[in-house]
Nanobody, 116 residues
């Protein structure tokens, strides 16, 4: 099995910053792409950002220029640096990973709340 554990969520004022982390553990050969998704109350889960094992990044238009996705040196961790946060960024943020020969896994989610 593969486990993804997120950390770093919390409450922040608009304009502030947060850094989310996700660590993968368990039995696996490698992680291909990793990503962050979010789901606000009453809305569908949406892509925030993805990063491949080669370092190629993709961002939702709504976060471009404000959020930065990265992976750790060991490649089994990922981070999401979120700057200039807005109230509309409030959501549960989920870590996602595509695991070689095993498929897609999700973390349990971490709450991010941005107040005015």
């Amino acid at each position: 099995q593969v486990q993804l554990v997120e950390s770093g969520g919390g409450l922040v004022q608009a304009g502030g910053s947060l850094r989310l982390s996700c660590a993968a553990s368990g039995s696996f050969i490698s992680l291909n792409s990793m990503g962050w998704y979010r789901q606000a109350p009453g809305k569908q889960r949406e892509l925030v950002a993805t990063i491949t094992s080669g370092g190629s990044r993709n961002y939702a238009d709504s976060v471009k220029g404000r959020f930065t996705i990265s992976r750790g040196n060991a490649k089994n961790t990922e981070y999401l640096q979120m700057n200039s946060l807005k109230p509309e960024d409030t959501a549960v943020y989920y870590c996602n990973a595509w695991v070689t020969l095993k498929g897609t896994y999700w973390g349990q989610g971490t709450q991010v709340t941005v107040s005015l």
